[in-house]
């Protein structure tokens, strides 16, 4: 199975920051990626598909980038709402595999 | 509205089963992989098991093969997920999640863009 690697597995951020997620996966999977938030207590939500694909309704402050091993989650002003944990999947070949998250914090 | 509204968890002893129901009104069932995903208590996310649209591709991760079965009727807009011989570690929250299958010319995408409110599984004597 594809392991993905996340880190950092948490962080602190303010509000305004700019921040930045990196999914690291243990083969090639071309832009076979989504990402998604999850607040406690609620189902994840989708942010990101095919890397880079805003998915309709979703903050443009949200980003993805990424191709092959490599992605990049990036908020470009953390607002209030984001603070969460975000999760990688990658969808190249089965099982699919997640990323072990990265909580947002407030600092 | 488009949603997707789990049942069926609950309490059960190790080795015992559970059936899992997903009801999805509001959007043309039919038409779209399904999925299964599982979040242990204080843990991250888990895809469990993928069901093609007409039932033709199943696939499931290794720790519950054999165990669990994935399984739709169309003609009631629900998905299923029957567990055998469970085990403590099974002990979760199950979310049943639509695949919208985005396709860029021969590429597909999963993108899970509807996930149910969850149901309960806890595994214990």
């Known amino acids: 199975a594809i392991q993905m690697t996340q880190s950092p597995s948490s962080l602190s951020a303010s509000v305004g920051d700019r921040v930045t997620i990196t999914c690291r996966a243990s083969q090639g999977i071309r832009n076979d990626l989504g990402w998604y938030q999850q607040k406690p207590g609620r189902a994840p939500k989708l942010l990101i598909y095919?890397?880079?694909s805003l998915q309709s309704g979703v903050p443009s402050r949200f980003s993805g980038s990424g191709s092959g091993t490599d992605f990049t989650l990036t908020i470009s002003s953390l607002q209030p709402e984001d603070f969460a944990t975000y999760y990688c999947?990658?969808?190249?070949?089965?099982?699919?595999?997640f990323g072990q998250g990265t909580k947002v914090e407030i600092k | 509205e488009v949603q997707l509204v789990e049942s069926g968890g609950g309490l059960v002893q190790p080795g015992g089963s559970l059936r899992l129901s997903c009801a999805a009104p509001?959007?043309?069932?039919?038409?779209?992989?399904m999925i299964w995903v599982r979040q242990a208590p204080g843990k991250g996310l888990e895809w469990v098991a993928t069901i093609k649209q007409d039932g033709s591709e199943i696939y499931y991760v290794d720790s519950v093969k054999g165990r669990f079965t994935i399984s739709r009727d169309n003609a009631k807009n629900s998905l299923y997920l029957q567990m055998n011989s469970l085990r403590a570690e099974d002990t979760a929250v199950y979310y049943c999640?639509?695949?919208?299958?985005?396709?860029?010319?021969?590429?597909?995408?999963?993108?899970?863009?509807?996930w149910g409110q969850g149901t309960k599984v806890t595994v214990s004597s």
């Open positions: 095919a890397a880079s």
């Open positions: 999640v639509r695949d919208r299958d985005f396709i860029d010319g021969s590429r597909h995408y999963d993108a899970l863009d509807i």
């Open positions: 999947l990658q969808d190249y070949n089965y099982p699919r595999t």
């Open positions: 509001g959007f043309t069932f039919s038409s779209y992989w």
